[in-house]
């Protein structure tokens, strides 16, 4: 308001009211103001307090020390981790905020070049990444949700059994190529129409829904860890590999350089094993209200027909992700993965099947500064020396139970990942531990390989909150779901997940040459 217009209301208010009664009504207002904008400093407080707090503890653990055996820059870079890992579990601000932070941080308190910063948080796994998102929303904008569930009911028939497995099954396969999320999300609307379709009142189908939603969730979950395109956490620990133990003048260290056929190898048969389990812990848990879903597929199929045959721009973009796979299968070791992955999203923009608004919408670019910063950060872990310190009081710890080494270790890495998803992202888990368990490997001895590999799949077991993983989020966002319904079934998925990968790790694993 200009000063004139503002004479000109208290005229008109000293007229109607008086002088006195003016400068009441100031100060009753004023005294108003202050108590909203009290409030309101209050609540924005209340909203950050963990950013407070994790700032007020990262000052405290700064000012403690020295500690044996670690340097005052791994004492910073610690104090960094703890910093992240506080805003990654309570998320006071946005997560795109903390990589920011850790850049910043790189710089001024260790003291970094910005420019050796910046070029370590563009790596192949950071573009593959990014290329792996890209491709995830050319392929969604395709809209073959309804297809995908009429083959599923072809191959499976009616019964409610057969076609929980057959869409953890399809489910699974697409996104352990694809990306757990994009295939939640493009999933979501099958299982959806299937329960619509069988009835609109939704406690006649609530045990019926929720082995279709979770027949989604867990299959995309337990297939993530089937390729490194499968989820960020699998192309972080690719990375860490890569920079903590390979060195392109030892040929010997050639082995920790994990291509994607390898990767498969060690983790594919994991997926295909839980398949069954996960439809028979569902089965058991949520006893469906129908058993049969005929009427359902009848009108799904009518639906299907309606939309007639697949379109050529269907088959281009299918010949293009076929490409991909195969790109990443046989040209990972000379490209990079990442290569592949950006020429393969570049090939569905110069086809015109995505246009780059929706990429650039459809990509959450701060997911892909997330993970370049914690991988930036998870190399000065282990530059620093931190990694190694904390991995040496971890097997201390375990030392006196026995846990040391072995089977024993495995388990205690498991089930440590474990909690630590169940907390926040599975990438975010993998970014902060991985560093920790390559050098636990390497303190007791075992192979950086195998503990790599349990860290990376025991991050996708995030089955008891709706936050663990974007799948569940996504199953959750459509209404059918409690949240208990995830501690209901999530601990037996937990469970049977541990024994079947340490299960592999012991028989399988050494067949093939770890």
Known sequence: MSDTDFQLARDSLQADYGEHRLHRLQRHGYQRWVHLRSQINLYYFWEKRWFFIAIMLSFAFLQTGPYEGLTREG???LTMSLFATILFITEPVPLPTVALLIVVGQVVLLGLESTTVAKSLMTDSVLFIMGSLMLAVALVKQKLDRRIAWLIVRITGTSTLAICFGISVVSGILASFVGEHT?????????????????????????????????????CSIAGIGTPSGGARNAIMIGYWKEFFYNPADPSTATFLIDYATWMAYAYPMFLIQLPLVTLILFTTFKPEYRDLSRACAKLRAQVLLSGPLKGSDWVSIAIFALCIFGWITQSQTLGMGIV???AAAAFLVAG???????????????VLLYAAAISLGVQMK???????VAERFLAVLRPIGADQGIGLWAAVSVLTTFVTNTMSNGAAVAVLGPIVLKLAVAAQESPIILGFITAVSSSFAYLTVVGTPACTIVYASGYLKTTDFLKVGWRMAVVSIVVMLAVASVYWPLIGV
């Open 383 to 389: 530059d620093t020396g931190a990694a190694l310190w």
């Open 75 to 77: 004492q910073i870079v």
């Open 341 to 343: 992955a950006v020429t």
């Open 353 to 367: 099947l995505v246009r780059w608004e929706d990429v650039n919408s459809g990509v959450n670019w701060g997911v």
């Open 183 to 219: 295939v939640a999300a493009m999933m979501l609307p099958v299982g959806i129409t299937l329960i619509t379709l069988t009835s609109q009142d939704r406690a006649k189908v609530r045990n019926l829904a929720a082995c279709l939603l979770f027949s989604i969730s867990y299959g």
